[in-house]
DNA sequence: CCTTAGATTAGACTCAGTCCAAGGTGAGAT
DNA sequence: ATCTCACCTTGGACTGAGTCTAATCTAAGG
């Protein structure tokens, strides 16, 4: 797998320091930011990124395919870097940790699908982590 | 199954015209209103109900386990009143339109589950409805 | 009827996210 | 190496869903 620097260059993006640090927080499994983090991790690295910029690179990964787009109950989205490898979510419903799972996508029956053209499942396991278990 | 305005007055509270109204619109199966929606409704059989009155109502109703809240990806959540018979959705990500599906829930392995006590699991279906299949 | 705990209300407020117009800059062309 | 401009970044205004509050109203038990 190529880096997202890289492909995002490939497609091209002027690559910014705005856009490389960005792109440099959004790397690995398990990584579901909102955007507030996203920009906090950024500004450690370039202190004077704005808001809108982190918004605007978020969104424009998300419509190229290379971020996916979260909805979290809380209502803030999440971006998730992990779009090769498909798979669903376990939240902890305490803290928002959200880990990446891999389990077989359901199917509809016939009859179930009310003649839907189906695009794609989502599944997502309500939970309890191990630390706000013990926490309580 | 009762009711929901018995099952909401058996729990003692007070029956008022417009719980009874936001209680009537929140019946059936494939019903998963938006607040402004329900608040619509409310509005064509007694017009002077607050936005406020909804929001409080919606939420009460939900933390009593009478209705369930559904976040959609619009950001708006959804009030679901089908809370008797579990089930999942099927949306239509053009309209927003969704129904009740009925499919056996998908379980983690043990070492998916990463130590986190599962409280439930939540499955989506992204699809297109035949209105908007053929609107296209 | 009275009474009052609980319900309703308008509108101010919050917060995530979008939009805009002005100024800045990456990178291809010379 | 410098120029150029299409694209990028920025602060701040704006939007829209949802929450909060303080004043007023009312369902229902005695
Ligand atoms: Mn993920
Ligand atoms: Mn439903
Ligand atoms: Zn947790
Ligand atoms: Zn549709």
């Given at each position: ?102 389990v077989d996508d ?31």
């Amino acid at each position: 797998m190529t880096p997202l620097i890289d492909r995002l260059r490939r497609r091209g993006w002027r690559m910014t320091p705005q856009r490389r640090v960005i792109a440099e927080a959004m790397t690995g499994e398990h990584v579901h930011m909102t955007a507030d983090e996203v920009l906090r991790h950024a500004r450690e690295v370039l202190p004077e990124v704005s808001r809108a910029t982190v918004y605007n690179t978020l969104n424009e990964m998300v419509s190229i395919g290379e971020l996916l787009e979260i909805t979290h109950a809380d209502g803030r989205k999440r971006y998730d870097p992990n779009v090769a490898d498909h798979h669903h979510h376990l939240l902890c419903v305490e803290c928002g940790r959200m880990l990446d799972v891999h389990v077989d996508d359901p199917a509809l029956t016939a009859d179930q699908q009310h003649g839907f053209h189906i695009l794609g499942v989502e599944v997502t396991f309500r939970a309890r982590c191990p630390e706000c278990a013990s926490a309580a």
